[in-house]
Nanobody, 125 residues
Framework: QVQLVESGGGLVQAGGSLRLSCAAS????????MAWFRQAPGKEREFVAT????????EYANSVKGRFTISRDNAKNTVALQMNSLKPEDTAVYYC??????????????????WGQGTQVTVSS
């Protein structure tokens, strides 16, 4: 069992930066691949970024590639999402998720076993 709690969301102007953090409970955190998804009002939940158990492998959605960076600290049971050059279209609730396997290529929300409650990110133009 893994419990996830996100923090770091807020209101920022376009071009600004935010850093989201996800704190995980449980001694097996390092065995899970982690990911960030987001969901805008009226839209499906979409993949943003994922990182493997060791942190050696990462993947990003094309819409955030080059602007967002996912990282993890297994000693602290945390995963972070550094978001730079934010755009109004990045506005969404951001969710942290954990999976027993690292998925490469396609990223469905249904592949992930545990979810946080989400944190709101609002980017003003």
């Amino acid at each position: 069992q893994v419990q996830l709690v996100e923090s770091g969301g807020g209101l920022v102007q376009a071009g600004g930066s935010l850093r989201l953090s996800c704190a995980a409970s449980g001694r097996t955190f390092s065995r899970y691949a982690m990911a960030w998804f987001r969901q805008a009002p009226g839209k499906e939940r979409e993949f943003v970024a994922t990182i493997s158990w060791s942190g050696d492998s990462t993947e990003y959605a094309n819409s955030v590639k080059g602007r967002f960076t996912i990282s993890r600290d297994n000693a602290k049971n945390t995963v972070a999402l550094q978001m730079n050059s934010l755009k109004p279209e990045d506005t969404a609730v951001y969710y942290c998720a954990a999976a027993k396997f690292y998925y490469s290529g396609s990223h469905s929300r249904y592949d992930y076993d545990y979810w946080g409650q989400g944190t709101q990110v609002t980017v003003s133009s």
